[in-house]
């Protein structure tokens, strides 16, 4: 049955670009929160209703919007492995897989022919610079691919390594679309307005040569002057980062007085960082932090149950970074001393999402007074001022310029010592002006939204649900997931019961089966693996 999608407005245009396009790349640059996975999988499903043969390959970031990317293929009828490894085989009875960089650069060539003649998606290819490596992978695997739909959440540029796939001038990456942050703003019922509450103070600290230093946030310093306050200021043994956080869960309770469920994330420098900020809105609030942090194994799964639950704080480390979707965050502290403009914007862009239905919907940024710092958000706030103000046309967005910090400044970083850091009070020109019309966004919701016809995606191995002709109730990805468990949990049965090596009893099994590997099995395959476990259980 062919059904229809509500796209907005940007979606709709973004799409009908790339469709009329006659070039294989596409990049599109969307603001987060604007709906880039919608547009996407829209594209990937129009082209599978054009080519049915193809398979379907989504590059993401990170482990956890592997998953988030698979739920939202099921959603519209795509089925998407987020499981798969180099050493399966593709999945014949899914539409395709979801990989990370770092699989594409360790398992180029595994996917250099199944990607050929794929559709494949590029889910904010600017990470792809980020190491040599994994530009490297995916210019590989996806040589012959037939559409590369590349997205971003921020605008980006080439300071190193150009991106492979992607067209540059003058160092700038060239958009095919873009809809940036105002334009949302002036659409209204797309992403908040986010205010940048600027916090001053005094900072005293032991520099790697034992001089004692002292500074404000308005004294100028060089750049490694300038890293020593900042990372001085975020100490939690100082004033300043427990004051920041006060005033950022005084802001919390203020919103959660409204919507129940506002959340707040603060962005810590590293793990032990995280876990320092989690004890001190403890002691000083009574609130039991979420930290997710890269080294933990279930962050991926703390951050979705934050997205779904009511807990007041996330503490994260890189982990809520873009594409991660907490629509309920309200509140955020930019306590890490991460300073460049695109990982700014991706942090503020976790605030911007558009939720619910309530009609004043302004997010707050905390974010130290930092001159470099201060000219990120003082960017964002232009935008957001003059949407709030004129709903017309603003014109493109300003380039942007990354400012890295330079290579090995964290040695020297270790060797300082922070002595103290008081607050200061806020920039009033930073919080937040109830006289600014937020009540006028999105009166007219329903006029932006378009209506597309979709095609159902095509037929996969072992008829539409791939299980025999039984209905799922739940996605092809998540039985999967169950079935491989519970055959997982039936060997181990096996080999309690039995004596026997778990490579014996998953061979015996395989054989019986019918099944290669198991990463390679079909619904079918794995409910008949589990079958021939019970047998066998039975028999002993």
Known sequence: MRRS????????????AFEGSDRRDFLTVATPGAGKTTFALTAALRDLASYPHRRVIIVAPTQHLKHQWSAAGASFGLHLEPEWASTDGFPVDMHGVVVTYQQVASSARRLRGPADDAFVILDEIHHAGSERAWGEGIASAFEFA?????????????DQD????VEYAFDEAVSHYTYGYGDALEDGGVVRPVFFPAIGGHMEWMAPDGAEMSATFDDPLDRT?????????????????????????????????????????????????????????????????????????????????????????????????????????RVGVYATNTVTELFFRQAVGRLVRWHGTLRRQKAFMF???????????????????????????????????????????????????????????????????????????????EDLTLEIELA?????????????????????????????????????????????????????????????????????????????????????
Not at 5 to 16: I, S, Y
Not at 162 to 165: G, N, R
């Open 225 to 329: 002057g300038a890293s020593q306050r900042l990372r001085t200021a975020l100490s939690p043994g100082g004033e300043w980062l427990p004051a920041v956080l006060d005033q950022a869960h005084e802001q919390l309770c203020r919103l959660r007085e409204v919507q129940r469920d506002a959340g707040a994330l603060a962005i810590a420098m590293d793990v032990d960082h995280a876990q320092a900020i989690a004890r001190l809105l403890r002691r000083r609030h009574g609130v039991d932090a979420v930290v997710a942090t890269s080294d933990d194994p279930l962050a991926s799964e703390r951050i979705a149950e934050f997205a779904t639950g009511t807990d007041p704080w996330i503490v994260a480390v890189r982990m809520v970074s873009e594409g991660v979707d907490v629509p309920r965050l």
């Open 5 to 16: 999608l509500r796209l907005r407005r940007w979606q709709k245009e973004a799409l009908d």
């Open 456 to 540: 159902p995606p095509p037929p996969l191995r072992g008829g539409p649900d791939g299980a025999g002709g039984t209905t799922l109730t739940v996605s092809r990805t998540q039985r999967k997931r169950e079935l491989r468990q519970a055959n997982a949990d039936r060997v181990r049965m096996i080999v309690h019961l039995t004596g026997l090596t778990p490579e014996v009893v998953n061979a015996r099994l395989n054989q019986e089966a019918g099944v290669t590997a198991v990463g390679e099995a079909t619904i079918r395959d794995l409910e008949r693996r589990l079958h021939a476990a019970d047998r066998w259980i039975d028999r002993l």
């Open 162 to 165: 150009p991106i492979p796939f």
């Open 367 to 445: 974010i130290p007074n930092d001159p470099r710092i201060r000219a990120f958000a003082n960017q964002l706030a232009e935008q957001r001022t003059h949407s709030l103000r004129r709903r017309e046309e603003t014109g493109e967005q300003v380039p942007v310029e990354l400012d890295q910090l330079p290579a090995g400044e964290d040695d020297q970083l270790s060797l300082f010592q922070a002595i103290s850091a008081t607050p200061a009070d806020s920039d009033p020109n930073s919080v937040f002006d109830d006289s600014h019309p937020e009540d006028l966004i999105h009166e007219h919701r």
């Open 146 to 158: 037939a559409r590369r739909l590349q997205l971003s959440g921020t605008p980006f540029r080439s």
